[in-house]
């Protein structure tokens, strides 16, 4: 219920605030928050829950500075009637804390292209989850369906076509390095095998994010220092990764020149020099 939310959002949140977190893109479930039993979904079940989730985001704001915005999720294997209840929920009852449409669940399931003719209809920004366990195609496919940022991606390494097309279209990949070493057979066997870094390298725009941060034991500060530890970023990659993550955000313009302010002050005379020679 709407207490549930509301705990759950306040400790998240919380605990990545005191790591350093000033800017979340949290993913909201229609599906969890509000279950219809006539309809798809209880309208009013779905408003209680996100002022719910609004009094958390609050709360860790006022006392954090921590600014946090949603998606709402619609899952892909629950077929087409699922993902058109949830788009249908978000545009009925537009809310400013709602900024993003997110499309998860069993890639193997639906066409983009199907997805494509419900997603179009609505005004949020997309991010869909692909190239995680599909190819590179299903990444050219959620592009090709709205996706301005693709949930995982990592299968682009094996497509320099569409490197390039991440690259030339600034589409962001969402890097969950945990869950892929948790539930990836073969990153979980040889953690050195996952391209996050190789990706980077290439120049394709990645951010570091925790996935379902419960079930993988996880917090930003652990991705961040994973990236570091196994993969050997340096201080000024994480840093560039961090402005990566605030340029591809889906908050207003005026607060994106903050927060990528706040990460400008944290780079050095070395840093800027780091990455001026990489570049």
């Known amino acids: 219920d709407e207490d549930d939310h509301y705990i759950v959002t306040k400790d998240y949140l919380e605990r990545n605030a005191k790591l350093g977190l000033i800017y979340c893109e949290l993913i909201s479930s229609p599906l969890h928050m509000a279950p219809g039993k006539e309809k798809y979904f209880d309208c009013e079940q779905y408003k209680a829950c996100l002022d719910s989730i609004r009094a958390a985001i609050n709360e860790v704001h006022n006392q954090y500075g921590l600014i946090t915005k949603l998606h709402v999720v619609a899952i892909r ?4 009637m699922h993902i058109a209840s949830v788009i249908d929920l978000a545009d009925n009852n537009q809310d400013d804390l709602v900024v993003g449409l997110n499309i998860a669940g069993d890639e193997r399931e639906g066409s983009f292209q199907e997805i494509s003719e419900l997603t179009n209809r609505t005004v949020l920004m997309k991010s869909f989850h692909a190239g995680e366990i599909c190819g590179p195609e299903s990444i050219h496919q959620a592009i090709e369906a709205g996706a301005v940022r693709i949930g995982h991606g990592i299968n ?3 497509d ?6 991440l690259i030339s279209e600034n ?15 073969e990153y979980r066997d040889d953690p050195s095998l996952h391209p996050v870094k190789k ?3 290439a120049g394709v725009r990645i951010n570091l994010n925790t996935d379902d941060a419960g079930i993988f034991d ?4 652990k991705e961040y220092n994973i990236a570091r530890d196994i993969y050997g970023f340096s201080d000024a990659e994480l840093l560039d990764i961090s402005l990566c993550a605030l340029e591809a955000s ?9 927060l990528l302010n706040r990460v400008y002050c944290d780079f050095g005379e070395q840093d800027i020099l780091e990455l001026k020679l990489k570049a």
């Open 250 to 258: 889906f908050i207003g313009d005026d607060k994106k020149s903050i």
């Open 218 to 221: 996880t917090d930003i500060g």
């Open 160 to 165: 320099d076509v569409l490197i390039d097309r």
């Open 199 to 201: 990706l980077y390298n």
């Open 171 to 185: 589409i962001l990949l969402e890097i969950s390095i945990t869950s892929n070493l948790t539930l990836l057979n």
């Open 77 to 80: 294997h629950l077929g087409l």
């Open 156 to 158: 682009a390494i094996y």
